[in-house]
């Protein structure tokens, strides 16, 4: 027969609650005569537990019966039952937007507004303080624009079961937005003063651009990145710096900070000799003839520039 908690209405205008009971049902046998005991079903008897003026924590309450007249009770088992009572708490627990499939390709998911920051849970204080988070969960398949929508709220343990609890308010009113996606170039001010005899040879920028979201108004208008300005002074070493994107009206949806590297070279000057015999003539007029009268004494050619190439 399976056991009915009676009174728990009452319980719970004193603040209380019925959080379990150690034995759902119990075994009753009974007699009577042939034909009242041939025809009774366990939907004839009643068995219960009558909660009534039991304080929180664990109680032994008796069960009690009700039996069809004529039919007798010969014994049952358990005759008591184990029942805790918990006190109903509230609670306040942040809630959470997660956000369930994926939008279409070339677009990215901004972040969710919702009329709802918190919500306050009501139950059994044991079931209260199990709860981890309190979640809506908005769905955002091949979305391409700004979704709007109401979302009913659950609450879940840190083990992600369900929790049975009243939660104020049910529902929360959430906004998605929805941005269009383009590749930017990263645009690196420079403010570099290489030491006199040095000179900057080659600035290169690692990744050359970016993925970013952003209204599509904003977003076509939008032709590079600007980082914040590198500057050195009385340098003679290559130069390794990673810059940070300066902030806009845009999203960063690759949240990477650039490297840059600025290479710096010294100017030498070396001296080049030439014999006579290596001087090339070119643009002979036609019908002469080139014959050099002087003697063959080295030519000296000084060139000054940056050392990779000198």
């Known amino acids: ?27 009753v046998t009974v007699e009577g005569y042939r034909n009242d005991i041939l025809n009774i079903t366990r939907n004839d008897i009643n068995a219960y537990i009558d909660v009534k003026g039991y304080k929180e924590g664990l109680s032994r309450i008796p069960v009690e019966l009700e039996l069809p007249d004529g039919v007798n009770i010969v014994d049952f088992s358990p005759k008591q039952v184990l029942c ?30 919702s009329s709802v920051n918190s919500v306050i849970i009501r139950g059994p204080r044991s079931v209260v303080n199990s709860a981890a988070k309190a979640v809506a969960l908005f769905n955002v398949n091949d979305a391409k624009d700004n979704l709007e929508n109401r979302i009913p709220i659950d609450v879940y343990s840190d083990k992600g079961l369900e929790l049975d609890v009243r939660i104020t308010p049910e529902i929360a009113e959430i906004t998605v937005p929805i941005y269009p996606t383009k ?23 690692e ?29 003679t070493n290559t130069i390794y710096e990673t810059v940070s994107i300066v902030p806009g009206n845009f999203i960063l949806v690759e949240n990477v900070n650039p490297v840059v590297t ?10 080049l000799i030439f ?36």
């Open 1 to 27: 027969i399976p056991i009915i908690v009676r009174n728990a209405e009452a319980l719970e205008e004193l603040g209380l609650v019925v959080a379990g009971i150690d034995i759902s049902e119990i075994r």
């Open 84 to 113: 805790e009572l918990e006190a109903i708490v509230n609670r306040t627990i942040d809630l959470t937007v997660e956000i369930d499939g994926l939008v279409e390709d070339g677009y990215y998911i901004g972040r969710s507004v």
């Open 183 to 205: 590749r930017v170039e990263v645009s690196v001010p420079l403010a570099i003063a290489p030491r006199e005899g040095y000179e900057v040879t080659t600035v290169t920028i």
């Open 207 to 235: 990744p050359k651009d970016i993925l970013i979201a952003a209204e599509p108004n904003a977003l076509a208008n939008i032709e590079h990145l600007l980082t914040e300005v590198v500057t050195y002074e009385d340098v």
């Open 262 to 271: 600025i290479s710096i070279e010294r100017i030498i000057s070396k001296v």
């Open 275 to 310: 014999n006579l015999s290596e001087i090339e003539f070119v643009n002979t007029p036609e019908g002469y003839t080139v014959s050099a009268t002087a003697e063959d004494q080295p030519i000296q050619v000084q060139v000054t520039g940056l050392s990779s190439f000198i």
